[in-house]
T-cell receptor, first 113, second 113 residues
């Protein structure tokens, strides 16, 4: 069974630039999550989708972050414009149901200079 | 509400035991445990549902005390492969049929030969 795919794996940008991350969850997983993990911290949920609908985006900085999950499969997370404090690993995860085991992708390491 | 993990770090010799604790001030639906090795994605270990249960596989087990909103992860006869950062994730109802997972800051476990 293929795991959660993410791209790119690494990205370096300057502040005020834009960046987009892509995630393809495990086939059949209805729930998709985007987490932000700052060095030395646990993952912080940014947004949770159930199929193509948003379940929770209470911690998403909506003035600069946006995410979509068209057709209830893969998803993109965008940051526009980026700030220095956005430097982190962005993890995508998926699960079969709304509760239960989450499968994480390898993450995208973002560095904002 | 982020769960509190203790200790922050622990160093063991191969074959020794360790306990990692996780506590929350809010009523929980479940507790997840994940292990993350440096530069890798978190990997699911186990989930404990409310109702106060204990689970385990191999030499890693966990308990969940629903009344105290506490969970403990037990690592017995540690192996070098157990090294990594352990995160507990507490799952709470965020409204309706939606549930949200919040991770603690993690416990860095180092197993030396």
């Amino acid at each position: 069974e293929a795991g959660v795919a993410q791209s790119p794996r690494y990205k370096i940008i300057e502040k005020r630039q834009s960046v987009a991350f892509w995630c393809n969850p495990i086939s059949g997983h209805a729930t998709l999550y985007w987490y932000q993990q700052i060095l030395g911290q646990g993952p912080k949920l940014l947004i949770q989708f159930q199929n193509n609908g948003v379940v929770d985006d209470s911690q998403l900085p909506k003035d600069r972050f946006s995410a979509e999950r068209l057709k209830g499969v893969d998803s993109t997370l965008k940051i526009q414009p980026a700030k220095l404090e956005d430097s982190a690993v962005y993890l995508c995860a998926s699960s079969l149901m709304r509760v239960g085991e989450q499968f994480f992708g390898p993450g995208t390491r973002l560095t904002v200079l | 509400q982020q769960p509190v993990q203790s200790p922050q770090a622990v160093i063991l010799r191969e074959g020794e035991d360790a306990v990692i604790n996780c506590s929350s001030s809010k009523a929980l639906y479940s507790v997840h445990w994940y292990r993350q090795k440096h530069g890798e994605a978190p990997v699911f270990l186990m989930i404990l549902l409310k109702g106060g249960e204990q689970k385990g596989h191999d030499k890693i087990s966990a308990s969940f005390n629903e009344k105290k909103q506490q969970s403990s992860l037990y690592l017995t006869a540690s192996q070098l492969s157990y090294s990594g950062t352990y995160f507990c994730g507490t799952e709470r109802n965020s409204g309706g049929s939606n549930y949200k997972l919040t991770f603690g800051k993690g416990t860095l476990l180092t197993v030396n030969p």
